[in-house]
């Protein structure tokens, strides 16, 4: 199986957003073992993200080893977050000019592992419900020391299907956004801080890995 990892792309406020894309691609470019990269300017509306979404999958023989993106000038930082997809699906493998959605949470600490299971299967069932996610994809974060524990993927045609359909969604606010909130102890076991970022998506990332 391919090594998959995200990261975002922090960029200092004094940096010139098209130099820095630029230098971001040719490092994805020069970067050995990668056999598949993408590299988008986050949009407007994201919140504990990036400027830029970055998505790396090695070849099975070469180990996950983050390019330098600190060392690039005018990167700030790089969140990176390695993992292993524990399920995706496909309903446009041939999907262009899209939307790529990344989210990245954290399961408070001793969750019981069926709470966990639990809670994947939720996120997993919301396709079902929402036919503007045209591909998808879940996975548990192996990467030693990161902040995150799980990272929830997905493709839309438009950006209406995710700001509208996805989180306007009554299985998205009467189910799942239980586990997310405080105020539901029961069933809470998401911690508050999360990534969510989205950005344009040229053709599909899911359906060529």
Excluded: K
């Amino acid at each position: 199986m391919s090594t998959v990892a995200t990261a975002q792309i922090s960029v200092r406020p004094e940096a010139d957003m098209e130099a820095t894309e630029q230098a971001l691609r040719q490092q994805l470019d020069n970067t050995p073992g990668l056999a598949d990269w993408h590299c988008g300017r986050n949009l407007e509306g994201c919140w504990g993200a990036g400027e830029f979404t970055v998505d790396m999958i090695w070849r099975e023989s070469v180990p996950a080893v983050a390019p330098g993106f600190t060392e690039l000038p005018g990167i700030a930082g790089a969140d990176v977050a390695q993992y292993e997809p524990v399920a995706c699906g496909l309903r446009e493998a041939g999907l262009r000019r899209g939307i790529w959605r990344t989210l990245m949470l954290t399961l408070r600490e001793g969750t019981a592992a069926t709470d966990v299971a639990a809670f994947e299967q939720e996120l997993l069932g919301m396709p079902g419900y929402m036919g503007g996610i045209r591909n998808w994809r879940l996975g548990r974060v192996v990467s030693p020391g990161s902040r995150w524990t799980h990272v929830w993927q997905q493709e839309y045609t438009t950006i209406d299907d995710l700001m509208g359909e996805y989180l306007l969604h009554p299985y998205h606010w009467g189910w799942v956004d239980r586990r997310f909130d405080p105020e539901f102890p029961e069933v809470w076991v998401v911690e508050t801080h999360l990534c969510h970022a989205f950005c344009p998506l040229q053709s599909s990332i899911i359906g060529r890995s």
